[in-house]
């Protein structure tokens, strides 16, 4: 019994080899894509428009002469720029020369398209601003309390003239940076842009966190301003509490003198209520929560 089915098994190998091979030996009709690749550019110039990124190519030829180019890797077709400088058109097929794996024994039906245009130009240089694309997701209670730190802020780019004239800054990667709960530091990688090269591809990010708390001010001074001579204005109270939400380790350093309290001499002639709410002036990255009394009575003395 197990020598049958080894006869008929070897029986069926046999008979799919020799139809691969008989089918194989066929003319075929197929399309195969290809990304287009400037060689032969003068030094100091670089590629600008190009009127396509890639091409089709029509082939015909035996199976076994297209299977190994339509199955093979991404295909790139080179193509001569011919070290001229400005706007030209390059016909395809005169470049064939430098397209080995175009084997010679299949023929080429057409191109599409079957030119290209485009722009060599002169490679400029550039600094442009780094712009950070962050998502930062803070522990319960947690939150940033600096500015975010880019190290280098700024990167030269060198790319065509007609591109980097157009270029103000460029951004990183999209980042998520999660569970944070303490000062962080790390890296992040600028996001291609294309036709453009960075002297830099990476920079240094960091920033401040801490622990998010509240904390109470008392007797901040109200200072009243821009009040004319001979003439007094009495706030009642002339001090008052404010209460600001920050970083433990900001708020912690503050005293009621770094809290800038004050109104004008021309919110009181304006006055229609009777009362004045004062302008208050916190330090970096605190918020304020509450003042009490959130409005002061007064009077103008004239002397």
């Known amino acids: 019994m197990s020598k049958r089915v080894i006869t008929i098994s070897l029986v069926v190998m046999f008979s799919i080899i020799l139809w691969i091979f008989v089918s194989l030996s066929r003319d ?19 590629v600008g428009y190009v009127s396509n990124e890639d091409l089709v190519i029509s082939l015909k030829g035996q199976g076994w002469l297209l299977a190994p180019i339509v199955f093979g890797k991404d295909q790139t077709f080179n193509l001569s720029a011919s070290n001229q400088t400005g706007a030209i058109s390059v016909s395809l097929r005169d470049n064939l020369n430098l397209n080995n794996w175009l084997k010679s024994d299949v023929q080429i039906v057409g191109f599409n398209p079957d030119h290209i245009g485009m722009e060599i130009e002169k490679i400029a240089q550039k600094v442009v601003t780094v712009v950070p694309v962050v998502n930062l997701q803070f522990q319960k209670g947690f939150d940033i309390t600096s500015d975010i730190l880019l ?24 980042t998520t940076i999660s569970d944070l709960h303490d000062n962080f530091t790390g890296y992040l990688q600028l996001k291609p842009l294309k036709g453009i090269s960075f002297a830099h591809k990476m920079v ?53 003198s770094d809290i800038s309290a004050s109104i004008t001499f021309k919110q009181a002639v304006e006055d229609t209520v009777g009362a004045l709410f004062p302008k208050i002036i916190l330090p970096e990255k605190t918020r304020l929560l509450k003042v009490e009394p959130e409005k002061l009575n007064y009077k103008i003395k004239r002397y």
């Open 204 to 256: 240094k990010i960091s920033f401040k966190v801490q622990k998010i708390v509240e904390r109470e001010f008392l007797n901040v001074v109200v200072s009243t301003l821009d009040v004319p001579p001979r003439q007094e204005i009495i706030l009642i109270p002339s001090k008052i509490k404010v209460i600001l939400k920050g970083g433990i380790d900001i708020l912690t350093s503050m005293n009621s």
């Open 151 to 174: 190290v280098p802020d700024t990167v030269r780019i060198f790319g065509p003239k007609s591109f980097v004239e157009n270029i103000d800054s460029v951004y990183t990667e999209a």
């Open 28 to 46: 075929y009709f197929t399309n195969v894509k290809a990304a287009i690749q400037i060689v032969d550019i003068p030094e100091g110039y670089t």
